[in-house]
């Protein structure tokens, strides 16, 4: 049987081995917080450690969602940024490439500086916060010792998450308890539904090169939250729009780092807002 390896228990690797336990062997990794899944192998692992235990599993392919994500923190804390976001893919690749497994590895729509929007795969990179800067050296990382590999790159991940909330979940939150919210009209992305993304990623695990593998649709944060609403019944009169000047952020943000999807629709479903979102609730439903 085919050996999967996802490095990374949270809300994007738990949904990878969800959608990959039926057909691979797959093992998921966690570093300080234990991920249980049914039917995994679990492992710890620290990619800013030691990863030997990579080459006694053997994986056929590796899929590497591990992450520094918050993005003010990593313009605080620059050195830890670069130490899990450019030096441990590089410490992650170098093993895959000696056991021969498929590499890929997850980075981000803030590669970008976000001057124009509906980036491809083809545009030059160009990151105006280090969360960026460092995902880029990662991704430099992976592309020079597994020349193969898939650079994936997503926007906004979001879904059900028990450990900790993101954008839709902690919005559905503040709405249900009826706290209005202050949300930015002058920030697009494309966002993505983790459970989408695993099932984009597994669809090309065979392929080589850079992706964009996010949700297919161009959206303000702002427009976002009125989607989120409509879909869980909530007030959307509690969503307040603001500009991005008012927020105290360390980091910049791109003002637009939405991206082309037509490339790797070519090959898996990139869902639109509405979908993902309808997803998300049936699932709330059937729980």
Same mark, same amino acid.
């Given at each position: ?65 591990? !992450? ?25 690749? &170098?093993? &895959? ?28 990179? !160009?990151? $105006? ?21 898939? $650079? ?18 902690? &919005? ?25 993304? !695993? ?24 427009? #976002? &939250?009125?989607?989120?609403?409509? !879909? #869980? ?30 490339? $790797? ?17 049936? $699932?709330?439903?059937?729980?």
């Amino acid at each position: 049987m085919i050996k999967l390896l996802v490095i990374g228990g949270g809300l994007l690797g738990r949904e990878v081995a969800r959608a990959s336990r039926d057909r691979f062997e797959t093992t998921l990794t966690y570093n300080s917080s234990r991920s249980e899944m049914k039917d995994c192998q679990i492992y710890p692992i620290d990619i800013t450690q030691n990863v030997n235990i990579i080459e006694s599993l053997s994986p056929d392919y590796i899929i590497l969602t591990a !992450a520094m994500t918050d993005v003010d923190r990593c313009e605080v804390d620059r050195a830890g940024a670069w130490k899990v976001n450019a030096l441990g893919p590089g410490k992650v690749a &170098a093993v &895959a490439e000696k056991v021969g497994a498929k590499l890929i590895y997850i980075s981000t729509d803030y590669v970008f500086d976000g001057e124009r929007g509906m980036y491809k795969e083809s545009d030059p990179v !160009a990151p $105006i916060n280090y969360y960026g800067e460092s995902k880029l050296a990662g991704e430099k990382a992976a592309q020079q010792i597994c020349p193969d590999c898939i $650079i994936a790159r997503t926007s906004v991940l979001y879904g059900w998450n028990p450990d900790r909330h993101n954008f839709v979940t902690w &919005a559905i939150d503040q709405m249900e308890k009826g706290i209005k919210i202050n949300i930015v009209n002058d920030q697009y992305n494309s966002p993505t539904l983790a459970s989408n993304l !695993a099932d984009m990623l597994l669809g090309i695990r065979d392929y080589e090169g850079v992706f964009h593998a996010c949700g297919s649709e161009r959206i303000n944060r702002y427009d #976002f &939250a009125v989607e989120i609403a409509m !879909a #869980f019944g909530l007030d959307e009169s509690l969503i307040n729009p603001i500009t991005s000047e008012r927020l105290n952020w360390k980091a910049k943000r791109p003002r637009d780092s939405s991206m082309d999807v037509s490339k $790797i629709s070519r090959l898996t479903k990139s869902l639109n807002v509405k979908n993902s979102l309808k997803t998300m609730a049936m $699932i709330r439903r059937e729980e």
